[in-house]
C-alpha cells in the first residue's frame, strides 16, 4: 500500500460517492455481483448489499463454479452459504463442457463473463459488479505490456463498459486489495484462498512473486495505475474522434451488416481511419476479440488501393460495391447452433438477441438461415427476391428450425403456416460499433 493511501476498510459514505461517479444507476437499483469467494469479490458483494438495501434495490451474487479442480463445487456451495447467511440472492453457475488443454485460464475467463451476462440478461439486471481493484490494474497493464499492447492495452480495464445489454462496473478499480481485505474482517467475513493465484504456471501469479523487485525499479502498482488512467485519457480522446468518424462513414443495419464510406476514413488521420475500419469488423464478425493490428493496417492499405475488390477478416466479409464497403458476417464462420423453448431467449452468434413468444410448442433451435433456408423463404414468398440484403447478410441472419424444418426467420417476416409461436431478433453485438450519433437503417423499414 502507498503511504498517501487511506487504510482500513471502505465505509458506506466512500462506498456510495464511488457509485455516484459510476452513475447510470434505477432508482431501485438492481446490481449483480461476480463472487469468486476471495476477499475481494466477498468484501465487493457486502458493499453492494448495503449499498443498494439503502436505495429500495437489491444485490445478486453469482458465483462461477469453473469445475477446474476436485473441490471447486464445494467451495462454490460454501460461498452460496455465506451469501445466504449475508441475505443476498444468489446463483451457482457451472462451465460444463470440455475444457482446453492450453490457454485455460483465458478460456475460464471467457466463459466467466459469457455465464455472468447470460445471467444477468436472464434475470433482467443492468448492471454486473466486478471487484477487479488497482493491484489487478497494474498486473493488466504489465502483461499487456510485454504483449506489445498499445495505449488501448496500456489503459487497462476501465471503471465502466457496455457488455450487449448489461453495464459492466468496477468501482473499486483505484483502490488497493489490502483495503478489501479489511473490509471482510470488518464485516467479519471468512474468504478463500484461490492457489492457482500462486501458481507460476500462470503469468499473473509470476508478476505478483516478482512483485518486491519490480516495485524496486519504480513498476509499483501506483505507477502502474497512473499509467493505465493517462493512457485511458488518450483512448477516451481517440475514441471520440472513432465516433464521429463512424457517424459520417457508416450505415448500420439491424440485420447485423454495414454500408462504409471508405473516403472519409481515408481522409482521417490514420489511426482513427484504422480505429474506426477495426470497429467495424469487430461489431459485425461476432468475434471474441479484435481482428489484429498488422491485419488491419493490410487491409486498410488495400482499400486504399483503387483495384479492391474484397477479402475476408475477423470473421466478415469485405466487398467492394458502387464505391462502398459491404462488411458483413462470413457465412462459413457462424457454425452456432443454439436451443430455444417458448419464453425464452438466447444470444446467438455473439450478434443477436433471439426470443421465442410463450405459449404450446416445443423447443426449437437457433441456427443461420443458409443458403437453404433462403431458398425455402423465396419459395413462400417469391418478393423476397425483392429483399435489398446482399447475399452474405440472407445467410448468416438468425433462423428458428423446428428439426430440419425452417420454422421463422423473424428479420424476414417468415412464419411457416401452423407455427404456433412467433419470434423476434434483435441485433445486439457483443462489440458495441460507435455511441449513438451513426445512423441505423434499413432497406425495408427506413431509419430506426
Known amino acids: 500500500m502507498n503511504a498517501s493511501d487511506p487504510a482500513g476498510p471502505i465505509s458506506a459514505g466512500e462506498f456510495a460517492a464511488r457509485m455516484e461517479r459510476l452513475g447510470g444507476f434505477e432508482t431501485r437499483p438492481r446490481v449483480a455481483v461476480g463472487v469468486s469467494g476471495g476477499a475481494d469479490s466477498l468484501g465487493l458483494a457486502l458493499l453492494i448489499q448495503r449499498w443498494t438495501a439503502e436505495r429500495g434495490g437489491d444485490a445478486l451474487g453469482l458465483v462461477v ?106 468501482p473499486l478499480l483505484d483502490l488497493p486489495h489490502d483495503r478489501l481485505v479489511a473490509t471482510c474482517c470488518a464485516f467479519g467475513q471468512e474468504w478463500i484462498e484461490d492457489p492457482s493465484n500462486r501458481n507460476p504456471r500462470f503469468a499473473r501469479a509470476r508478476l505478483r512473486a516478482s512483485g518486491e523487485a519490480l516495485a524496486a525499479e519504480g513498476l509499483d502498482p501506483l505507477r502502474l495505475a497512473d499509467l493505465a488512467r493517462r493512457a485511458a485519457r488518450a483512448r477516451n480522446a481517440l475514441e471520440v474522434g472513432t465516433a464521429a468518424l463512424l457517424a459520417e462513414a457508416v450505415e ?92 425464452g431467449e438466447v444470444w446467438w452468434d455473439r450478434r443477436f438477441a433471439v426470443r421465442l413468444a410463450e405459449g404450446a410448442g416445443g423447443a426449437v433451435t437457433v441456427a443461420k438461415l443458409g443458403g437453404e433456408g433462403w431458398q425455402t423463404v423465396r419459395s413462400a414468398g417469391p418478393d423476397s427476391c425483392r429483399i435489398g440484403l446482399p447475399e452474405p447478410v440472407r445467410e448468416t441472419l438468425p433462423a428458428l428450425w423446428d428439426g430440419n424444418w425452417l420454422a421463422a426467420v423473424p428479420h424476414l417476416g417468415f412464419l411457416r403456416p401452423g407455427f404456433p409461436l412467433s419470434a423476434v431478433a434483435f441485433h445486439a453485438p457483443g462489440v458495441v460499433l460507435a455511441g449513438p450519433a451513426f445512423p441505423v437503417v434499413s432497406d425495408r423499414v427506413g431509419i430506426i
Open 65 to 170: 463454479d469453473h469445475g477446474l479442480r476436485a473441490e471447486s463445487a464445494a467451495e462454490a456451495a460454501r460461498v452460496g452459504g455465506w451469501l445466504q447467511a449475508r441475505g443476498i440472492a444468489h446463483a451457482v453457475l457451472r462451465w460444463d463442457g470440455e475444457k482446453p488443454a492450453t490457454g485455460i485460464q483465458e478460456a475460464a475467463r471467457a466463459a466467466r463473463h459469457r455465464l455472468l451476462a447470460e445471467r444477468c440478461r436472464k434475470e433482467g439486471v443492468l448492471h454486473l459488479a466486478l471487484a477487479h481493484h488497482r493491484d489487478d490494474q497494474a498486473e493488466t497493464v504489465l502483461l499487456r505490456f510485454a504483449r506489445g499492447s498499445g495505449v488501448d492495452g496500456l489503459a487497462g480495464m476501465a471503471p465502466v463498459r457496455s457488455a450487449g445489454a448489461v453495464r459492466v462496473i468496477r
Open 252 to 343: 448500420a443495419y439491424p440485420e447485423g451488416w454495414l454500408r462504409l464510406d471508405p473516403k472519409p476514413l481515408l481522409a482521417a488521420p490514420e489511426e482513427l481511419g484504422l480505429r474506426a475500419l477495426a470497429r467495424c469488423i469487430a461489431a459485425t464478425g461476432g468475434g471474441a476479440y479484435p481482428p489484429k493490428d498488422e491485419a488491419v493496417e493490410r487491409l486498410f492499405a488495400e482499400i486504399a488501393d483503387s483495384g479492391f475488390r474484397g477479402r475476408t477478416l475477423g470473421g466478415c466479409r469485405i466487398v467492394a460495391r458502387r464505391g462502398r464497403l459491404v462488411i458483413a458476417r462470413e457465412p462459413v464462420g457462424v457454425t452456432e447452433r443454439l436451443g430455444l423453448t417458448p419464453g
